[in-house]
């Protein structure tokens, strides 16, 4: 079972940036982030699929938020940039070891392994 460490994360004023890390401890074939606002369901952030060198990201964060995996092969960065109060909400980092359960990259059943997740506030 692959364990997941997550940091980063905090409190940031409308416009403003943060960066979020997890790092793996296995080999996985997806990684990525997935976020739950307050009263809201949980959905997917972004994604990293190794098998098909492909990152897809949500509509709603497109152009302001970028995935990127590190020197370490099983650590990805979530780098968020303009930040919007919509962006508040407790964010997970997820992985998986096959990822073909669901066509759909932003399906949960795709990501065996979860962080505990870390708050990201955008307030003024």
């Known amino acids: 079972h692959v364990q997941l460490v997550e940091s980063g994360g905090g409190s940031v004023q409308p416009g403003g940036s943060l960066r979020l890390s997890c790092e793996a401890s296995g080999d996985i074939a997806c990684m990525g982030w997935f976020r739950q606002p307050p009263g809201k369901e949980r959905e997917a952030v972004a994604a990293l699929y190794k098998n098909v060198f492909t990152t897809f990201y949500a509509d709603s964060v497109k152009g302001r938020f970028t995935l990127s995996q590190g020197n370490a092969k099983n650590t990805v960065y979530l780098q968020m940039n303009r930040l919007r109060p919509v962006d508040t909400a407790l964010y997970y980092c997820?992985?998986?070891?096959?990822?073909?359960?669901?066509?759909?990259?932003?399906?949960?059943?795709?990501?065996?392994?979860w962080g505990q997740g870390t708050q990201v506030t955008v307030s003024s």
């Open positions: 997820a992985a998986g070891t096959w990822c073909e359960r669901s066509g759909s990259w932003y399906s949960p059943v795709n990501f065996g392994s």
